[in-house]
C-alpha cells in the first residue's frame, strides 16, 4: 500500500460515487492559480462533510480555517434555504479567494467569511446572541485545536456534531515526546476527549490523496 495507490483509489471515488462540478473544480484552480497551499479537503472528504451537516439537518454551520472556500462550498451546499455558514479565516488572501469562489459556487448569501485570527473572532461570536451552531468544522493551526474545541462546545447544543481535521498525522499523534506543536495540539484534545463528558467522540484513520491522516467526530450529547 503506497501513496500512489491512495491517489489512484481517490480520483477513481471521484469519478464515481463523488463526482465534481464546474463551481468545485473551479474553486480549486481559482485556489492553486492564487497560490494557496494544497491542503483543501479532498472531494469525498468535502462530501462526508456535507452528509454529516444533513444528518443532523444542519442550518447554522461553523468552519474555523476557510483557506480557498472548497468545504465550505460542500458545506454551504447541505444548508436549506435560510441556513448560514460562517468561517471563520486568518489570511486575508485566503479569504479573499474564498469569497470568489463561494460567489461564483451562488452560495455568496448562506457564507460569511470572518477575517482575523480564529481565537480573536470566536469570543465575538460567542457573545453575539445567535443561535448555536448544528455542526462545527475545525480545519485551522492545529496547534490551536485544543482552543477550538472548548469554544465549539460552548457553540453548539446536544446533537450538533463537531469534526476535527487533520487528527492523525501521519501516525505522528502517537508520539507524545514530539517537539511539532501540530501534534501537541491533536494530543491536548485527546487528553479532553478522554474525560469530556459532553461528547461522545471517535477518531477514524484515513488514507487518500492527502496521505495518511485522520479526524475526530465528536456529537454533543444530551445534557445528563
Ligand atoms: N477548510 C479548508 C482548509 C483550511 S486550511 C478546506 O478544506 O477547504 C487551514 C486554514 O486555516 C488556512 O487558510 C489558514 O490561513 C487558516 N488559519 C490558520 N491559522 C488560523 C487562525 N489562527 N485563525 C483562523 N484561521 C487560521
Ligand atoms: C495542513 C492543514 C490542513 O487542514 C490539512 O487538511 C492538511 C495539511 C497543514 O497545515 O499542513
Ligand atoms: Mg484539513
Known sequence: MNQEQWTAVDHYISETVVPSDAALDAAIEASSKAELPAIAVTPNQGKLLQIFARL????????????????TIWLA????EGGRVISLELNPKHA????????RAGLSKRVEIRLGRAQDTLPKLAAEAKDLFDLIFIDADKASIPQY????????????VIIVDNVVRKGAVIDAASSDEDVQGVRRLND?????????????QTVGS???DGFTLALVNAVA
Open 56 to 71: 443532523v439537518h444542519a442550518r447554522r454551520v461553523l468552519e474555523i480555517g476557510t483557506l480557498g472556500g472548497y468545504s
Open 77 to 80: 451546499r447541505a444548508l436549506p
Open 96 to 103: 479573499e479567494v474564498a469569497r470568489a469562489n463561494i460567489e
Open 149 to 160: 474545541f472548548t469554544w465549539s462546545l460552548k457553540l453548539s447544543r446536544p446533537g450538533s
Open 192 to 204: 479532553m476527549l478522554a474525560t469530556e463528558k459532553r461528547v461522545t467522540a471517535t477518531t477514524i
Open 210 to 212: 492527502k496521505g495518511y
